[in-house]
């Protein structure tokens, strides 16, 4: 099996790490998707729709589908479920990106997650964090998210790790507070550091 070079790209919550992967994906590079993975997996993977529901209760699944919102508001109010919930998720996300990247080929793979640092994600080589100022955070999300409070979004802000931190532990960190355009150029610059 080959081995990729995995570039992790992380980031709070609004600071645009999901766009800037967009435009790696632009330029012809294979992007995994940790957030999404994990979703379908939680919808499909039988075994782990079971333990799911053993953990949460029936509402954690809507029509045989996964009530997300619901499972939300359950794990940000307890922290215990919410790492019983991640020890269930995260062995699996991580087993379908080794599957992923074996079958991507590529020599270079880029990963996004918001937890690589949380998690201390042992397959990143390279890791880059995107910030941005709150105020730019906080309207992304009301613009992709309306149903989110501003006071909602301000509590998920504070319970994810500061820029400061992101900054000691991160090999690059592109700041994202303006438009698309100005973007692309922090893309080209990020891919000529790790390419």
Not at 80 to 106: A, R
Not at 166 to 180: A, D, M, P, T, Y
């Amino acid at each position: 099996m080959k081995t990729s070079k995995v570039i992790c790209i992380t980031g709070g919550i609004g600071s645009g790490k999901s766009t800037l992967c967009q435009l790696i994906e632009s330029r012809g590079y294979s992007v995994y998707y940790s957030d999404q993975r994990a979703k379908l997996l939680m919808n499909s993977q039988h075994n782990l729709v079971q333990s799911i529901t053993d953990l949460i209760g029936e509402s954690a699944y809507e029509s045989g589908t996964l009530n997300s919102s619901f499972i939300a508001d359950c794990i940000f109010k307890q922290k215990d479920l919410k790492l019983e919930l991640e020890s269930l998720v995260h062995p699996l996300v991580k087993e379908d990106f080794l599957i992923w990247c074996n079958e991507s080929g590529d020599e270079i793979v880029f990963k996004e997650s918001a937890l690589v640092l949380e998690t201390k994600d042992k397959n990143c080589h390279f890791i880059v964090s995107v910030i941005a100022d709150e105020n730019t955070r906080i309207e992304r999300v009301k613009k992709r998210s309306p149903e989110i409070s501003e006071s909602r979004i301000k509590e998920i802000i504070s319970t994810q790790y500061a820029d400061q931190f992101r900054e000691k532990h991160s090999h690059l960190i592109i700041e994202n507070n303006g438009k698309v355009d100005e973007l692309e150029v922090k893309v080209d610059y990020l891919l000529s550091k790790v390419i």
